[in-house]
């Protein structure tokens, strides 16, 4: 069997601080809120807190822009909070991973200020600069955000590349002055006591340094920088560097955010043997559904094409390295409106569903805040209700350029902007859903009164306590963490089912991923005798051989 580690073992928390509690009445969430709450996550049951950039930020991309590395923005609090809730969040056995975005900074990061003063400046380097061509930009690149990853700076009459948002440039990973301050600055917050880092967009560090064309985009005039940045030249030269430079001095958990990494790139970052990183986030199960709108569509996925996409990454990275799971996050939409049924009927049900398979898949399981919950997505009315840039550019790329309706639009940002988890986590049935005494930055959910953290404690059938009882399965079935994955019913199109294997012990796991009562076949030697390890249906309905899952039903069994 593999080697055991923590980090293999945990279950982790993604906190985005903005949106979670605010202690002070400005409307902001922030890290004396994340103290106030550390015991409701203790009872919950996680041991790793994944929290979003809380560095100092001009807040262009909501702290993803950041100005400085060794400070705290002013909105969230002190270096002092943030070492008092780190040493309070170790006292109850939780460690804390954060965000580390070194892809890019903060135009007002004092490098950059420094950096387009002149061509000549120290600095200048730091960053990537390129003459422009025939009067236009270096190439034909779009950004993330949309419109060109190219800006202009009359200063010295050159561009400045920025894969985001035009206030967060590129760093420039070839200089190595700028490699060894960031490693400088992972040691020190290393040295300050963190468990960790997620590392945002960390395989788009490395770009071809020819900067081609990139094929054009449907329905957009820029290029696709994809081939040209994603897994880029020197991306794994630096990961090993970093590695040995810093995280080999640390017992971390390290989790890079793989955009456009398939498996045999996943087993490069991540191979047991390569020192690089613990794991990757993937993308291929949330980009299921795109259009030739980009990611703006009604986010519907087809379940034999979802379980493809699981399974080429169970198998593929099977005793070489480890899988990260998760349904949503930051950047996506709310797991029960977009891969389960958010309505009054089935919301639960499907929240607990979804919760099972994916916990029992072989990977470290992350957990959104508000998924424990089973928070949905929000259905607003107008854009004024949305903060998001990435919203706000599409609008403009979208509607006003008369390739989508301003309706199709707001249909597609309420199904799958990043808003929908950004929206204030409920904490009870309160003003403001007990987020803040003062104006929220975004609005709450309207449904906060009937789906709260306080009322969902209270009833030992809630989604909550269903989370708790996975998250406490976790620590004592060995089998649930190390066990082999295969895949049962591959073409069912109502049934995602699969077992895990170790040694002697085997687990069963059928998840209905339908409104409909689906009769399945017992697999594997199981008839239906066997143990029940959890169910979001507290019987069995079973003829012979064979059962009948209702709506949304999970079954988990161990023989």
Same mark, same amino acid.
């Given at each position: ?50 929290? $979003? ?5 001009? #807040?262009?991309? &909501?702290?993803?822009?950041? *100005?400085?590395?060794? +400070?705290? /923005? %002013? ?89 985001? $948002? ?5 760093? #420039?990973?070839? &200089?190595?002055?700028?490699? *060894?301050?960031?490693? +400088?600055? /992972? %040691? ?372």
């Amino acid at each position: 069997m593999e080697a055991k580690t923590w980090w293999k073992e945990a279950v982790v928390y993604q906190i985005y601080p903005r949106s979670f509690q605010d202690s002070n009445g400005d409307g902001i969430g922030d890290i004396n809120g994340i103290r106030m709450r550390l015991p409701y996550l203790a009872d919950l049951g996680i041991n790793v807190i994944w929290l $979003s950039p809380v560095y100092q930020s001009p #807040n262009d991309d &909501n702290g993803y822009d950041i *100005s400085n590395y060794r +400070d705290i /923005m %002013t909105e969230f609090g002190t270096m002092k909070d943030f070492e008092t809730m780190l040493s309070e969040a170790h006292n109850l056995g939780i460690k804390i991973v954060m965000d580390l975005v070194v892809n890019h900074s903060s135009d007002e990061h004092p490098w950059f200020m420094e950096s387009r003063k002149s061509k000549e400046n120290p600095y200048r380097d730091y960053y990537i600069w390129k003459e422009g061509r025939d009067g236009r930009e270096p190439n034909n690149w779009g950004a993330c955000f949309g419109g060109s990853a190219w800006e202009y700076d009359a200063q010295t009459d050159m561009y400045y590349l920025h894969m985001f $948002s035009k206030k967060q440039p590129d760093l #420039n990973w070839e &200089n190595p002055k700028l490699r *060894s301050e960031i490693y +400088d600055m /992972m %040691t020190w917050w290393g040295n300050i006591g963190i468990d960790g880092f997620r590392m945002d967009v960390i395989t788009m560090i490395s770009k071809d340094q020819s900067y081609p064309d990139g094929k054009l985009m449907e329905n957009l005039p820029y290029g696709d920088f994809s081939p040209h940045v994603n897994n880029g030249p020197r991306v794994h030269e630096y990961l090993k560097e970093m590695n040995r430079e810093v995280i080999s001095k640390f017992d971390w958990l390290t989790v890079g955010e793989g955009a456009g990494a398939n498996v045999q790139d996943a087993l490069l970052y991540t191979g047991f043997d390569e020192n690089e990183l613990n794991m990757i986030f993937t993308f291929e199960h949330v980009d299921l559904g795109r259009s030739v709108y980009g990611k703006w569509s009604d986010g519907k996925v087809n379940l034999v094409d979802l379980k493809k996409v699981f399974t080429k990454w169970q198998v593929g990275l099977e005793g070489k390295a480890w899988n990260s799971l998760y349904w949503d996050n930051h950047d996506q939409p709310r797991a029960v409106s977009r891969f389960g049924n958010d309505s009054e009927e089935y919301r639960e049900v499907s929240a607990k569903m979804l919760a099972t398979c994916l916990h029992f898949m072989k990977g470290t399981p992350y957990i959104y805040q508000g998924e424990e919950l089973g928070m949905i997505n929000r259905k607003c009315d107008s854009f004024d209700e949305f903060r998001d840039i990435e919203i706000k550019n599409a609008y403009y790329e979208f509607v006003e350029n008369n390739i989508l309706t301003h309706d199709k639009m707001l249909e597609f940002v309420n199904a799958v902007g990043r808003d929908n988890a950004r929206f204030p986590m409920q904490w009870e049935y309160a003003t403001n859903a007990g987020f803040t005494t003062g104006t929220p930055w975004i609005g709450v959910n309207e449904n906060y009164k009937t789906i709260n953290a306080a009322s969902q404690r209270e009833n030992p059938y809630s989604v909550y306590h269903y989370y708790k009882k996975l998250i406490a399965l976790r620590r004592t079935l060995e089998v649930m963490v190390y066990g082999v994955y295969q895949l049962l019913l591959p073409d069912s199109e109502d049934i995602f089912a699969y077992t895990r294997t170790l040694n002697h012990d085997i687990l069963l796991i059928v998840c209905n991923f339908t409104d409909k009562e689906t009769e399945v076949s017992f697999e594997a030697g199981f008839h239906g005798n066997e143990e029940i390890v959890i169910s979001n249906y507290e019987d069995l309905m079973q003829h012979g051989n064979k059962m009948i899952l209702r709506p949304y039903e999970a079954k988990v069994f161990k023989k």
